[in-house]
């Protein structure tokens, strides 16, 4: 596991606001989904149970309670 993975990546999810591809991305203290296009931020927990490959590969890096 590396503790420096990437701090952000694009999904394949839709935005619900506006539909362009939500982009997964880390703090320091927090996973959230954001969309590029519009600005919106959007829980996790609101698109864990839709993970795509590239939220999987993503959350390996970063330590949560995907539950």
């Given at each position: 596991m590396s503790f420096f993975?990437?701090?952000d990546a694009e999904t394949s999810l839709p935005?619900?606001?506006?539909g362009a591809p939500l982009h997964i991305e880390?703090?320091?203290?927090?996973v959230r989904?954001?969309?590029p296009a519009c600005g919106?931020?959007?829980p996790l927990?609101?698109?864990i149970g839709n993970a795509d490959?590239?939220?999987e590969r993503f959350l390996e890096?970063?330590?949560?309670?995907?539950?």
């Amino acid at each position: 596991m590396s503790f420096f993975g990437p701090r952000d990546a694009e999904t394949s999810l839709p935005c619900p606001a506006c539909g362009a591809p939500l982009h997964i991305e880390r703090s320091c203290h927090e996973v959230r989904m954001r969309c590029p296009a519009c600005g919106t931020q959007f829980p996790l927990k609101d698109f864990i149970g839709n993970a795509d490959d590239a939220m999987e590969r993503f959350l390996e890096n970063v330590y949560c309670d995907r539950i």
